[in-house]
Every structure is written in C-alpha cells, then in structure tokens.
C-alpha cells in the first residue's frame, strides 16, 4: 500500500510540475519603455517604480534635493494620485498640481553608461528634475517623458528624482476640452511604469527622446507582402556618444513562435563620434506566417550592434507582426492583399478603472481588452489614445 500512495504522490508531483511550467510558459509577457531586454548586449532595463514620496498641492521648492518630504504619502509607481469611488462620474477626481519625489544610490556599474529616465507617461503637465537639475519638461499625458540623466548623477551618495505633475484643464495640449466636457476623466499621477535604461555610448535610439519626424528608433515596415514571401523594411537610428569614430555592422534575427531562426541579415555602417545616423536594410521572409486579427501571429526580431570586433555593443527584441493594409476606395479594406471579410465597426475603450482609475500595470490592460473583445465579439481591441495598443483575436 505504502508503494502505491509513493507512486500516485510522485505522478501528481511531476503533473503540478508540469501544469506549473505550461502555465508559465504561457504568461504573456509587457515591453519595457517599448522593447524587451535580451542578455548579455549591454543594455540594462532597472524599474524606478518603488519607493516614491508624493504630496497633492501647491508647493515652492520641492525640486530642490534638500527639501523635507519625510511626512508625504509614500507610494509605488503606477500612482493615479488617489482612489475614487467605482462610479467616479461628475468629475469627483482631484485636478491640479501633485509632486513626486525618489531618492535612490545608483549602482557602480553605471558608471560610464548612457542613463535614460523614461516614465512611460505623466498625466497633464510635467516637469522632471535631477538633483535639483530641470533635465525635461512635457505637455500631454499620452506619450512617454524621458531625459537623458547621465551627467546629472552623484555616485555613492543620495540622488533625488522629482516630478511635478498638473492635470488641470488646459487647451495647449490635447484633449484640450475641460473635463467636464468629456466623456471619461483625465484623471492625474505618474500613471505607468518608470524604468532607467542603461546602455552603452553605441546605441538604438529611442524614438519618442530623439523627436525626429518619421524617425528615431528603429522603424519597422513592410515591402511586397504574400503568403510566399514578404519583405521586412529596417530602419535604425544609432548615435554615438562616444569620444572615438565607431565602425561596425547592425545584424537582425528573426525568430518564429516556437523561437526557430527564419532568417538574419546584416549591415556594415559607421557612425562620428558626437553623431547619428540612419541604416536602412531589407529582409525577405520565405512563406511567412502572416498576421490578422483572428490569428495575431507575432515574430520576434532580435537586433544587434557589434563593433569591428563582433562584439555586441547594443541590442534588444521586439515583437512584430508581418502585413500590409490597405483603403482602396469604394472597394473597401483589404488586409495582406485580400478584401476583409468583416465591417470595421469598434468601440473605444477608455483606460480607466475603478478605484485606482488610469493607474495600472500591463496585465489589468490586457485582461479589460480580452474582456471587451469577449462580450462584444470584436476582432481587435485599440486603445483610444496613443499609449497602447493592443490587438487580439
């Protein structure tokens, strides 16, 4: 008896080892600030998240290092400044001015590293100081706010982030209209993540901080699409902010589902020192699997700088999908060169949630969209502003 309950207690510990790891393998995975960190490419991704002071008011001289926030409200980022009945109608919300501070040590290894501070969006206006140091200021509180921190940082000793934060009524930035106007709230706060990106003096660029038009980053598109063969378009931009001329190449990897190579290319460039540039390259996929609505297959594309060396200098991953769309008149939306079988009718889906309104983290996102897409049978599911994006079957 006793060698049967020790088998039956041994298959059920291999099963819940086993379920465990299935369901592991299955939890969807977020960005950080827009990308995914691959090892060993130099380019570290640290959440700034915990440990914020905030206060809601009016104050002079909060930027300041020195000032004494030891009596503020101690909180972790995202933070929508307070939390409101689940029938927050009547614009029951707080709008005005609200101050956020973090002191942290930063850590030896970022020495000699290019440091960005990106918060992944700050509802209103905002203004971000480093030790006292005005290093951004933003209008609009549906894009990121990121500064480039490197030469504001004291090494071995407390530093100081502070944030001032207005979401006031205020026409100079969309949506322009005052609340009480609208449809949904503007709601307030650091309301998404904050990460300190930390990479070499070679780098990717981040778009949204560079503030080119139609470039920055690296930009994705699409050539020649069909079920045979498709064309990946690549457009990087790398700056140098080294003292020396770099001279390397840029390589992608495109991986399928089941983390398969399907093919890689790469470009020889070179880049001034204090400069950057653009590098164009085109990859063809043999009989890609495409994507749409009812089957969102997504590729991972790896990217990498080496030097001359082939040492990887920068890199990380992103996940795309392979498709063209297309308006053609009165013959409608064609999707990967066919007429899509479906009306385009949606909805907009506001970000707000009770209680703690705009203030949530990727998984409560990607639940309220599955939830909306479940009950209202939609094909995809797009935020209504330009933050998110979520698209699903």
């Known amino acids: 008896m006793k060698k049967v309950t020790h088998y039956i207690y041994s298959i059920a510990c291999c099963l819940i080892i086993f379920l465990t790891q299935q369901s592991f393998a299955s939890q969807p995975e977020y960005s950080t600030a827009g990308f995914f960190e691959l090892p060993n490419t130099g ?5 700034m998240n915990p440990a914020w002071r905030m206060y809601k008011d009016h104050l002079e001289g909060a930027e300041q290092p020195d000032f004494n926030d030891k009596e503020w409200d101690l909180i972790s980022l995202p933070d929508g400044i307070e939390y409101v009945p689940s029938e927050a109608s009547g614009c029951v919300n707080y709008q005005g001015e609200v101050w956020y501070r973090k002191h942290f040590t930063p850590e030896e290894t970022w020495k000699g590293k290019q440091l960005f501070l990106h918060f992944e969006a700050i509802m209103g206006k905002a203004k971000v100081w480093i030790n006292g140091t005005l290093v951004n200021e933003h209008y609009g509180g549906f894009l990121p706010v990121i500064a480039n921190v490197t030469e504001y940082l004291n090494y071995e000793e407390d530093n100081v982030i502070a944030v001032w934060a207005d979401n006031s009524n205020d026409p100079s930035y969309p949506p322009g209209k005052p609340q009480d106007m609208l449809d949904f709230t503007y709601s307030g706060g650091i309301y998404r993540d904050c990460w300190m990106i930390v990479h070499n003096n070679v780098f990717i660029t981040d778009p949204n901080y560079e503030n080119e038009t ?14 045979s063969q498709s064309e990946i378009r690549l457009d990087a931009h790398v700056r140098n902010s080294s003292n020396t001329y770099f001279s390397g190449k840029i390589e992608y990897q495109l991986f399928d589902k089941d983390n398969r190579r399907v093919c890689q290319a790469s470009k020889a460039f070179s880049v001034s020192k204090g400069k950057a540039r653009n590098t164009s390259l085109t990859i063809k996929v043999e009989k890609p699997e495409l994507w749409e609505p009812d089957s969102p297959y997504l590729y991972q594309l790896h990217v990498l700088l080496k030097d001359k060396s082939g040492h990887i200098v920068d890199g990380y991953r ?3 999908g392979i498709r063209s769309i297309e308006f053609k008149g009165k013959d409608g939306f064609w ?26 983290i990727g998984e409560m996102q990607r639940n309220c969209a599955m939830q909306v897409s479940g009950s209202s049978a939609m094909h995809t599911i797009r935020r209504f502003l330009p933050l998110w994006m979520l698209a699903m079957s």
């Open 318 to 320: 992103r996940r795309i």
């Open 214 to 227: 139609a470039g920055g980053g690296l930009f994705v598109s699409f050539g020649h699409i069909s079920q």
């Open 335 to 360: 999707l990967n060169g066919k007429p899509y079988p479906y009306p385009l009718i949606g909805a907009n889906r506001h970000q707000d949630f009770a209680i703690s309104q705009i203030a949530f």
């Open 43 to 47: 380019r570290t991704v640290y959440s």
